[in-house]
């Protein structure tokens, strides 16, 4: 309990100092023996942050646990975000029949292209 504690104090100092684009991608991941790893979403964060590490350092500090280091960690955050390419689901025979006619109704081009793309795509996943 009394690390779950000082991590938390931890993180919420670590949220008062870092800059809000950082305060949003990082957060304080552990504290061991002087040591407080910091974990980023990516890897321009975590180099901002190992620029930043002695000022931190020296901040987090003042009020909390000896910090001695800091060490930075690339972890991205699991994104609530999927990729439908792999579980596409087929248009309806409705919707393929109108996107046929507006096809048809088009000239040449891209757009054209795009929808004949969309409706052999749609015929394979059936």
């Known amino acids: 309990m009394a690390h779950a504690r000082l991590l938390m104090k931890l993180s919420s100092r670590f949220d008062e100092l870092a800059p809000g684009a950082l305060r949003h991608a990082a957060h304080v ?10 974990h980023a979403e990516n890897g321009a964060v975590a180099a901002k942050l190992r620029q930043m590490s002695r000022r931190l350092c020296g901040e987090l500090s003042i009020e909390g646990a000896e910090c001695n280091d800091i060490e930075v960690k690339v972890q991205p955050r699991q994104s609530s975000y999927r990729s ?3 579980t596409s689901k087929p248009i309806s025979g409705r919707a393929a029949d109108s996107l046929r006619a507006a096809a048809e109704a088009m000239p040449p081009g891209k757009l054209r292209q795009a ?3 969309l409706l052999q795509r749609s015929i394979r996943a059936e």
């Open 84 to 86: 439908t390419t792999s």
């Open 29 to 38: 991941a552990n504290y061991k023996s002087g040591k407080i790893v910091i």
């Open 115 to 117: 929808i004949d793309t």
